[in-house]
């Protein structure tokens, strides 16, 4: 009996045991799972920080460029209206 009883004893322990590592595998799984999930959605961040950045830059330079057309043709009027009074 006193071996039969051990055998019970040690396929409860392991079958104990797996039941543990099966648990814990799946939980550091999910912690690893959530650690690069969080990696991700800060590099995804820090992309569109860097976006924003670029369009506000690509907007101040327009309006920079939309300036400068609206003053070469301000002069190419006045270039224009001189020429026309020189004929």
Do not use: C
């Not at 104990?16 to 648990?23: E, P, Q, R, S, Y």
């Not at 650690?35 to 569109?48: N, P």
């Not at 506000?56 to 300036?67: D, H, I, P, S, Y």
Request: overall charge neutral.
């Amino acid at each position: 009996m006193s071996q039969n009883a051990d055998t019970f004893l040690l396929l409860t322990i392991l079958t104990l045991v797996t039941i543990l590592l099966i648990f814990g595998m799946k939980y550091f799984a999910a912690a690893r799972q959530a650690q690069q999930r969080l990696a991700h959605e800060g590099a995804y961040q820090e992309l569109a920080d860097k976006a924003a950045v670029a369009q506000t830059a690509g907007a101040a330079t327009l309006a920079k460029l939309e300036q400068d057309v609206k003053e070469m043709k301000t002069k190419l009027a006045g270039i224009e209206k001189v020429l026309r009074e020189v004929e």
